[in-house]
T-cell receptor, first 118, second 114 residues
Framework: DADVTQTPRNRITKTGKRIMLECSQT?????MYWYRQDPGLGLRLIYY???????NKGEISDGYSVSRQAQAKFSLSLESAIPNQTALYFC?????????????????FGEGSRLTVL | SQQGEEDPQALSIQEGENATMNCSYK?????LQWYRQNSGRGLVHLIL?????REKHSGRLRVTLDTSKKSSSLLITASRAADTASYFC??????????????FGKGTKLSVIP
């Protein structure tokens, strides 16, 4: 089984619908992230969580919300989907590197959730 | 905003040749990481270099970091067709309010022709 599992892998929905993307991990990491990838734009951070009680906005959080239900689970919601939220979404986990505050370690990515909003 | 920017955007080489990709960034960093992505798949971590390191090797990969120039390079030696993928640099930097974030560049698309 994959260390970081995303569901669904593909989803087509209509404008105005509520969508939830789910992520679960078996790495035992405290830190979890949601990124969005658009062609030619690389990955942009939506939200991140350093533990169950810690949720932080990333670069592009508008139109999104998250829930950290447990150490292993981090879900991303689009309350009212719009076409420009069509993208490939990635969940990732990491540890904090030893030897320095805020030193982000290697990210482990899921296989992605491809969302199309019509 | 994008912290790291890769150069070139696309690179096409023959199998057996070396491939060099560059990454420039804007602010002080804790570390810089390189990732690989096969088309439509999740990213896979290749190598991490801390701000106090200048060079790191892993198999056919060599990464350099020049903090004075705010730049890094990834060298893949003796490339293979299986190296065809997109390569991203990511910088771990302070983002305000006591928080650090890993920010990705737009990537270099490498094509290795058999």
């Amino acid at each position: 089984d994959a260390d970081v599992t995303q569901t669904p892998r593909n989803r087509i929905t209509k404008t105005g619908k509520r969508i939830m993307l789910e992520c679960s991990q078996t790495k035992g990491h405290d830190r979890m992230y949601w990124y969005r990838q658009d062609p030619g734009l690389g990955l942009r951070l939506i939200y991140y969580s350093f533990d169950v009680k810690d949720i932080n906005k990333g670069e592009i959080s508008d139109g999104y919300s998250v829930s950290r239900q447990a150490q292993a689970k981090f879900s991303l919601s689009l309350e009212s989907a719009i076409p420009n939220q069509t993208a490939l979404y990635f969940c990732a986990t990491s540890e904090l590197l030893a030897g320095g505050s805020g030193n982000t370690g290697e990210l482990f990515f899921g296989e992605g959730s491809r969302l199309t909003v019509l | 905003s994008q912290q790291g920017e890769e150069d070139p955007q696309a690179l096409s080489i023959q199998e057996g040749e070396n491939a060099t990709m560059n990454c420039s960034y804007k602010t002080s960093i804790n570390n810089l990481q390189w990732y690989r992505q096969n088309s439509g798949r999740g990213l896979v971590h290749l190598i991490l270099i801390r701000s106090n390191e200048r060079e790191k090797h892993s198999g056919r990969l060599r990464v350099t970091l020049d903090t004075s120039k705010k730049s890094s390079s990834l060298l893949i030696t003796a490339s293979r067709a299986a190296d065809t993928a997109s390569y991203f640099c990511a910088t771990d930097a302070y983002s305000g309010a006591g928080s650090y974030q890993l920010t990705f560049g737009k990537g270099t698309k490498l094509s290795v022709i058999p």
